[in-house]
């Protein structure tokens, strides 16, 4: 939402920037990023763990320091281990959305092996798979969340709960922070200038309406789902380091990586420092 609305409310023009915003899966966004195609991507989460097998992926900007995203589930199952056996929906084998539904099992004391994985590329096809019944769990976030609640869906749990996994941010190649690092600068600063719109509370109303215009929801689920993803953005673009670390700890142990990565490994804020420091000029 910060990037649409940043782009219809002009926060982007006024920085100077032509942006063209494009819909993807995490793991088709990492390989666009890699090859050229993309400047930046959103998906911090499937980002670490190409970070971590040495692809030049840089995160440098904190939108939401943590995920929104809620497990989701058919009106029968009442609880986590009801999960045993049954099929649950993610994007993606290694983006957040997994990652998180097996730190809530485990949570939950249930091997995350005992359920059944299903990767649906996007966060709508999680929401269409579980709403007709096609799997028995999904992992949703906001507005998807709080629709599917209304409809008799259950909320059984929180991700940020379990793991202080990252929602969404800014990633960027390193190659193109090398080339052309005020085009990093610019666009960090749009980021900021739409969050900045978006936390004033005399902005809620105007920010409800345009979730309404994009989802057709009710004015109460919409204003459920705005606070609800109001709560994790970060004021400042930055993230804590110790929860950075357990993000670092929690991926490196659910990919089998011996190697250890620091922070430092997976972030560059030096683009983001000087965006805050010019935002007011």
């Not at 957040?96 to 949570?107: F, S, Y």
């Not at 719109?197 to 809620?204: C, E, I, L």
């Amino acid at each position: 939402m910060p990037l649409f609305f940043g782009k219809d409310k002009g926060f982007f023009t006024r920085e100077g920037v032509d942006v063209d915003l494009v819909l993807m899966s995490p793991p088709t966004a990492i390989a666009a990023l890699v090859a050229g195609e993309l400047d930046f991507s959103t998906t911090v989460g499937a980002g670490i763990s190409a970070t971590m097998r040495g692809l030049p992926i840089k995160r440098v900007l904190y939108i939401q320091q943590y995920v929104t995203f809620s497990l989701m589930t058919a009106p029968e199952i009442k609880t986590v281990r009801d999960l045993v056996g049954k099929s649950l929906g993610a994007v993606a084998l290694t983006d957040a959305t997994a990652i998180a539904a097996r730190e809530i099992l485990k949570g939950s004391g249930i091997d995350p092996s005992a359920v059944n994985f299903f990767y649906t590329q996007s966060t709508e096809s999680s929401r269409t798979a579980l709403t007709s019944k096609k799997i028995a769990a999904a992992m949703l976030p906001p507005p998807f969340a709080e629709e599917t609640e209304v409809r008799g869906f259950n909320r059984l749990a929180e991700a940020k709960d379990f793991a202080p996994l990252s929602g969404i941010g800014l990633l960027a190649s390193a190659d193109l922070l090398k080339k052309n690092p005020a085009k990093g600068v610019a666009v960090i600063r749009a980021v900021l200038r739409t969050m900045g719109y978006m936390r004033d509370p005399k902005n809620h109303s105007e920010l409800i309406d345009y979730i309404l215009r994009i989802h057709k929801i009710d004015a109460n689920v919409a204003a459920h789902a705005l606070a609800t993803v109001m709560a994790v953005y970060s004021k400042d673009g930055t993230k804590p380091a110790d929860a950075v670390q357990s993000e670092i700890d929690i991926y490196r142990e659910a990919l089998k990586i011996s190697q250890p990565f620091t922070a430092e490994n997976l972030e560059d804020m030096t683009y983001l420092k000087r965006a805050n420091e010019t935002l007011n000029r």
